[in-house]
């Protein structure tokens, strides 16, 4: 089987502006949870998508949302673009009615705002 | 809310055998994972504990006591690629909300 995917790997975006990134599940999982990894704050979680809906959610400000279309695939916006939303963005895919904690990540997205 | 404690680095030498710790304080507790990240890459799962007790796989074993909030991973016959951060989560339910430690440097020296 094919792996997470996301898209694009490497971002640089100016403040104000905004972004979407993209993930592509492994086939066959129907939950995509997204992550933000930063060297201060480490690894938090942003929100779940379950079979199109959000199921979870992080303490992020309404700024970051998130959908999952049919196919399980995944897109994240982060809008009005801050200084410290520069991060490794990460998408995670499980089989949730399995192990849901047993979650197969992406090589993320490195996202820099300048 | 939840917090997650562990260590932030540990260094030991090849061959031998590492512990590292978790504690947690969430305010609903289904389960701890244990992930692997290497430099530059992605977190990869390394293993699950939902019951009290311990659970092996290959060099790696995870434990876990739900009573004292706590959990480790331990890792024998250390490697030279063994050299990561090691992170530990929790998830409050059947989902795919994992809440993960600050996560622990394990260096391993010849």
């Known amino acids: 089987k094919a792996g997470v995917t996301q898209t694009p790997r490497y971002l640089i975006k100016t403040r104000g502006q905004q972004v979407t990134l993209s993930c592509s599940p492994i086939s066959g999982h129907r939950s995509v949870s997204w992550y933000q990894q930063t060297p201060g704050q480490g690894l938090q979680f942003l929100f779940e998508y379950f079979s199109e809906t959000q199921r979870n959610k992080g303490n992020f400000p309404g700024r970051f949302s998130g959908r999952q279309f049919s196919n399980s695939r995944s897109e994240m916006n982060v809008s009005t673009l801050e200084l410290g939303d520069s991060a490794l963005y990460l998408c995670?895919?499980?089989?949730?009615?399995?192990?849901?904690?047993?979650?197969?990540f992406g090589p993320g997205t490195r996202l820099t705002v300048t | 809310g939840q917090s997650l404690e562990q260590p932030s680095e540990v260094t030991a030498v090849e061959g031998a055998i590492v512990q590292i710790n978790c504690t947690y304080q969430t305010s609903g507790f289904y389960g701890l994972s244990w992930y692997q990240q290497h430099d530059g890459g992605a977190p990869t799962f390394l293993s699950y504990n939902a019951l009290d007790g311990l659970e092996e796989t290959g060099r790696f074993s995870s434990f876990l006591s739900r009573s004292d909030s706590y959990g480790y991973l331990l890792l024998q016959e250390l490697q030279m690629k063994d050299s990561a951060s090691y992170f530990c989560a929790v998830s409050s339910g059947n989902t795919g909300k994992l809440i993960f430690g600050q996560g622990t440097t394990l260096q391993v020296k010849p």
């Open positions: 995670a895919s499980s089989a949730t009615d399995i192990s849901p904690s047993e979650q197969y």
